[in-house]
C-alpha cells in the first residue's frame, strides 16, 4: 500500500457491501484502525473476522444514517472503541431508477436523506468534534460522475451527488482554518448490488459496451484516491472533486 495510515482512526458508513467494505478493507490494509458503520450487523461482523485477521483494529456499529439521532451515539460507540476519529468515509449510498414523472415523495425523501442529507449531519458531527481536538482531520465523501452530468433514469440520485459535491465544497472552506480537509471521490460505474441487476440487463450490457473502454471499472481502481485523501500527503488537497470514472464521462 503506497500510503502507511498507521495510527489513524477511520469511520466507514456504508460498510456491509459494495465500495463501503472495499474502503474499509484498504483503509485496515493501510494500518488504519476502522469503525464499520452500517444496517446489516451480520455482515459487519464477518468484514470485522477478516479485517481482524489481517491484524486490524476494527469495529462493528450498527447504523442507519438517515435516523439523525442516532448518529452522536454511533460516532461515540465508535470512539469509545477504536478512538478519535480522523479519517470519516461517508459512503453509504443508494438510488432509485426510474422517470422523474414517477418517483414519489416518499422515494425522493429516502434519496435525498441518505446521500446528503445524513452526509452532511454526519460530516458536521464528526467535524465538531475534530475542531475542539484541535488536529484537524479527512472527509471523503464518495459522490459519482452523475454530480456532473446525467445519468438517465436516475434524476433525484444525480440531484443528490450535485449536492455532495457542492457540500464538499462549502464544508471545505469551512473548516480549511481548523485543518480539516473535506474532499469528494466521483466514481464511475462499478458492479455492486447498486446496479447489479441493471449491467446484468440487456440495457445495462449495451450501456457497457458505449463506455471507451468498454468495461465497468474496478473497486480497486479508487484505491490511490481514497489513500491520498485519507493521508497526510493530501495536506493541501481539499474541496477538490476527483473523477475516477476510467473515461466513462467522455
Ligand atoms: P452498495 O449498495 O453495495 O453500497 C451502499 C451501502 O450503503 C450498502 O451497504 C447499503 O446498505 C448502505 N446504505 C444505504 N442506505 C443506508 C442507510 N440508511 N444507513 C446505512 N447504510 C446505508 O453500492 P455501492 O456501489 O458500494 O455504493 C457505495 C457508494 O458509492 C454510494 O454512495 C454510491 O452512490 C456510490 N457510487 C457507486 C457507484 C457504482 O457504480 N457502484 C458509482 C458512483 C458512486
Given at each position: 500500500m503506497p500510503f502507511d495510515l498507521t495510527g489513524k482512526t477511520a469511520l466507514v458508513t456504508?460498510?456491509?457491501?459494495g465500495l463501503g467494505r472495499h474502503f474499509a478493507n484498504v483503509l485496515a490494509r493501510s494500518g488504519c484502525a476502522v469503525a464499520i458503520a452500517g444496517r446489516r450487523r451480520e455482515r459487519l461482523e464477518g468484514l470485522q473476522r477478516d479485517l481482524e485477521a489481517l491484524g486490524a483494529r476494527c469495529v462493528p456499529v450498527t447504523l442507519d444514517v438517515t435516523v439523525a439521532s442516532t448518529l452522536a451515539k454511533a460516532v461515540d460507540e465508535a470512539e469509545a472503541r477504536v478512538g478519535p476519529i480522523h479519517i470519516l468515509v461517508n459512503n453509504a449510498g443508494m438510488n432509485i431508477q426510474g422517470r422523474a414523472i414517477d418517483m414519489d415523495p416518499s422515494g425522493l425523501d429516502q434519496i435525498l436523506d441518505t446521500n446528503l442529507r445524513a452526509p452532511f449531519l454526519l460530516a458536521t458531527e464528526i467535524a465538531r468534534r475534530m475542531i475542539s481536538r484541535g488536529e484537524g482531520g479527512r472527509i471523503i465523501n464518495v459522490a459519482s460522475i452523475g454530480a456532473f452530468r446525467v445519468l438517465a433514469g436516475l434524476s433525484a440520485y444525480c440531484m443528490s451527488k450535485a449536492g455532495v459535491a457542492m457540500m464538499t465544497q462549502c464544508l471545505a472552506r469551512e473548516w480549511a482554518r481548523y485543518g480539516i480537509n473535506v474532499n469528494a471521490i466521483c466514481p464511475g460505474y462499478i458492479a455492486t448490488e447498486l446496479n447489479q441487476d441493471w449491467f446484468e440487463s440487456e440495457a445495462g450490457k449495451a450501456q457497457i459496451k458505449g463506455f471507451p473502454r468498454r468495461q465497468l471499472m474496478r473497486e480497486q481502481d479508487l484505491d490511490e484516491v481514497l489513500l491520498l485523501l485519507a493521508s497526510?500527503?493530501?495536506?493541501?488537497?481539499?474541496g477538490a472533486l476527483f473523477s475516477v470514472d476510467d473515461g466513462q464521462s467522455l
Open positions: 456504508g460498510a456491509s457491501s497526510d500527503s493530501s495536506a493541501a488537497v481539499t
